[in-house]
Structure formats: C-alpha cells, structure tokens
C-alpha cells in the first residue's frame, strides 16, 4: 500500500481520516446548495468548510 507509506499513517487511521474530511465536505456542500437556491442564507459556507479541514 504505498499511499499509506507516504502519508505515514495505518490503515484504520487513515480510513477514519478519510470519512471525517467526507462528513465535512458532504455538509458543506448541502450549505452551499441551500446558499445557492437562497443567497442570503449561510453566506460563508464555503469558507467555514474550507477552514474545517485541516491537512497536514
């Protein structure tokens, strides 16, 4: 598996990493649906997800 060795990181470890930052972009894209069909509603959701994930 040479994508885990070079993010140094198990498999259970990176699997849970993964479907984190998935929630995080699932949500923020039904905010930025929602912001979409009504602009004046949740005005920075794309900002706030992207500020939610953190890669290392």
């Given at each position: 598996m040479g994508h885990l060795a070079?993010?140094?990181?198990?498999?259970f470890s990176h699997l849970i990493g993964a479907w984190k930052m998935a929630v995080i972009f699932f949500i923020g894209s039904i905010r930025c649906i929602i912001h979409g069909v009504i602009p004046a509603v949740d005005t920075e959701c794309a900002q706030s997800t992207a500020k939610k994930v953190k890669i290392n």
């Amino acid at each position: 598996m040479g994508h885990l060795a070079d993010v140094e990181k198990g498999y259970f470890s990176h699997l849970i990493g993964a479907w984190k930052m998935a929630v995080i972009f699932f949500i923020g894209s039904i905010r930025c649906i929602i912001h979409g069909v009504i602009p004046a509603v949740d005005t920075e959701c794309a900002q706030s997800t992207a500020k939610k994930v953190k890669i290392n």
